[in-house]
């Protein structure tokens, strides 16, 4: 009913920058909170950034001054501007929102995951 779609990921030295999107499409009615997890290897996914319908936004504080989360509602759209990488930013990347769904029952409220974006940060 409703996906998710990364783009972005890749392969970059300590210092650069990548800047991951995440477009929404389907039978969205209204798409609510949008955020970025990411996971490491052998360790929990965590939450990177989060931004409301409103425009708040919220960071983990290993990523404060260094990554921007934003969005363009009217693309169904979230972007996360990330600069001044650091090899313990290397991870998996995954867009979540939760989206209010047109479905045969009427809105449903749903979380949605994308697929995940791997970002690399290495010399």
């Known amino acids: 009913q409703v996906q998710l779609v990364e783009s972005g990921g890749g392969l970059v030295q300590p210092g650069g920058s990548l800047r991951l999107s995440c477009a929404a499409s389907?039978?969205?009615?209204?798409?609510?909170?949008m955020g970025w997890y990411r996971q490491a290897p052998g360790k929990q996914r965590e939450l990177v950034a989060h931004?409301?319908?409103?425009?708040?936004?919220n960071y983990a504080d290993s990523v404060k001054g260094r990554f921007t989360i934003s969005r363009d509602n009217a693309k169904n759209t979230a972007y996360l501007q990330m600069n001044n990488l650091k090899p313990e930013d290397t991870a998996v990347y995954y867009c979540?929102?939760?989206?209010?769904?047109?479905?045969?029952?009427?809105?449903?409220?749903?979380?949605?995951w994308g697929q995940g974006t791997l970002v690399t940060v290495s010399s």
């Open positions: 979540n929102a939760d989206v209010t769904a047109v479905t045969s029952q009427g809105l449903r409220y749903l979380e949605v």
């Open positions: 931004t409301t319908s409103g425009g708040s936004t």
């Open positions: 389907g039978s969205i009615f209204r798409i609510n909170g």
